[in-house]
């Protein structure tokens, strides 16, 4: 993914919104790449954005203990690259805990961003202490083993009803969470920042006074 890196990763969380990015997938056609309601950070800060690189997990029911239950979440979080975020599909399991605050260490020390699943996941307090962003539908203490396990790894997936593949873009914070398809990485990025900069121009012309009818003549966003 040229010149998407991770200094990019962090100009995007400190200039551009949700909504933006949004916005211009729409104008592209992709209508579909904000997750449904329900995936909310852990850390109830509205100033948290999580932004990175997919790498993406599917898990599924499993209905006995084995001896080795980690070996696959092992695997693929010891393969992390920095500027990934752990992106986990469940296929609407949310009986058990997908991620909690050991995984967030390792997965912190390989250069992870953060991690986003329609599932739950668990050690709420240690991972807030940690700084380590989470996305989830919320909390359970119910641990994966003899439940669940990572059935693929790297491969697509779907995610509150959007299908993520690995090396898509991550954009998430407090009005919800978009993915960029890698193939129109480069061209949303540029054309969001240049939207943002028409918007920083409108919202002066507004705060002095002049008619919004003026100011979308002249800007061309809302």
């Known amino acids: 993914m040229a010149g998407l890196d991770i200094a990019l990763f962090d100009m995007m969380a400190e200039k ?43 898990v599924g029911p499993q209905y006995e203990v084995v001896e080795q239950p980690y070996t696959n979440q092992i695997a693929a979080i010891d393969a992390l690259q920095p500027g990934d975020v ?23 020390a390989r250069g992870a961003r953060g991690f986003l699943t329609d599932g739950c996941h668990r050690d709420t307090r240690m991972v807030l202490d ?10 359970r203490p119910v641990d994966i083993s003899g439940r669940g396990t ?33 193939d129109v990485a480069e061209e949303t990025v540029s054309r969001a920042f240049d939207k943002v900069a028409k918007e920083d121009g409108a919202r002066e012309d507004l705060r002095a006074g002049r008619l919004l009818s003026e100011v979308w003549t002249k800007y061309r966003v809302l």
Not at 25 to 34: I, K, W
Not at 37 to 50: E, K
Not at 132 to 139: I, K, Q
């Open 16 to 58: 551009l919104y949700v909504a933006v990015i949004s916005d211009i997938l729409d104008s592209l056609g992709l209508r579909n790449q904000v997750l449904q309601l329900g995936v909310v950070p852990a850390q109830p800060d509205p100033s948290q954005v999580l932004v990175g690189r997919a790498a993406t997990l599917l």
């Open 86 to 108: 752990v992106v986990c599909g469940v296929g609407g399991m949310t009986n058990v805990a997908v991620w909690g605050e050991l995984f967030s260490n390792a997965a912190k």
């Open 130 to 139: 940690l700084g380590f962003p989470v996305f989830s539908r919320g909390a």
């Open 150 to 182: 990572v059935i693929s790894v790297g491969r697509p997936v779907e995610v509150a009803g959007v299908v993520v593949h690995s090396g898509d873009i991550i954009f998430a914070e407090a009005d919800g969470v978009v993915f960029i398809p890698q």
